[in-house]
């Protein structure tokens, strides 16, 4: 059984390359939804989960939904896949905590490099054509290397760290939680023409359209499909994705 998360569809193509026939592959926000949290996991069946790393951890909706789960059964294997557009930081070191907090241990930690996603600071921006499609060609690659190594159910930890691990996943991930992690900034400009792709793109359900304009409903994870997504560039989170890209997989990286 494969849990995953994904505001742009980088990791639910990970987690879709990854899941074998027959197993079950479960969005998070549909379960939270749904409100199941519980779920038999038979001896021999692997638990795994595939999600984005916001701010060098797991999502705080993910960490939110493993601290809710409850397992029947022992797992025989568990592992973590997450998608990053450079650096995880200590997501493996948090995300190992949260699972051991429900008395399981995590086998497996790996992360496949994606294109950045991120746009709402100054500096950061999706990154250039030639650089989007590198990164999901190598991607490809990585999926099926790191396919075969969860059928050997092999032990291994493989993230991408680059430096100050701590800093940035024990101090800034706090701070970035409590100041940018939040939807009042998200506006629409005269640009929308009211299409609501903004809504039906939001995996939280957050967005609904009054008098044809977008509005946010306070429960959002700043995944940003709703910026990603407008087909007229006129979702904006402050002036701070001002002349910023878009992206999301499937679509062509535009800059
Ligand atoms: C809120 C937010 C925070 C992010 N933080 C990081 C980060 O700390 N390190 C990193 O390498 N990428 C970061 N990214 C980029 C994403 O992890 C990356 O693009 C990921 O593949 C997006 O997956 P998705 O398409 O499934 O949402 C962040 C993206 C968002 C939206």
Not at 5 to 26: C, I, Q, W, Y
Not at 59 to 79: A, K, N
Not at 139 to 156: N, S, T, Y
Request: aromatic residues 10%; charged residues 25%; hydrophobic residues 35%.
């Amino acid at each position: 059984m494969i849990f995953y998360f994904s505001g742009l569809g980088n990791s639910r193509h990970v987690a879709e390359g990854l899941t074998e026939e027959g197993e079950r592959l479960l969005f998070i926000p549909d379960a939270e939804r749904a409100g199941c949290y519980d779920y038999a996991v038979g001896m021999e069946e692997r638990l795994g989960f595939v999600f984005p790393v916001y701010s060098w951890r797991a999502p705080r909706l993910v960490s939110d939904f493993v601290r809710r789960l409850r397992i029947e059964g022992r797992p025989g294997y568990t592992f973590m896949v997450a998608t990053c557009g450079d650096d995880c930081g200590r997501t493996e070191h948090y995300f190992r905590q949260e699972l051991r907090r429900k008395g399981l241990n995590l086998d497996t930690a790996l992360a496949i490099q994606m294109p950045n996603t991120y746009v709402c600071l100054p500096g950061m921006d999706v990154d250039p054509t030639p650089l989007a499609e590198e990164k999901l060609a190598r991607a490809e690659e990585r999926i099926a290397q790191v396919k075969a190594l969860l059928r050997r159910r092999e032990r291994v930890s493989q993230m991408i760290v680059t430096g100050m691990a701590g800093l940035k996943s024990d101090v800034v991930q706090p701070l970035f939680y409590s100041l940018l992690v939040k939807d009042k900034p998200f506006h629409s400009s005269e640009a929308c023409v009211s299409c609501g792709i903004c809504a039906k793109s939001c995996p939280l359900q957050n967005i609904v359209m009054v008098d044809g304009r977008p509005q946010w409903q306070g429960h959002c994870t700043t995944c940003l499909a709703c910026y990603h997504h407008c087909p007229q560039h006129a979702i904006h989170y402050g002036r701070a994705t001002d002349k910023k890209g878009q992206y999301y997989f499937g679509n062509d990286t535009k800059k």
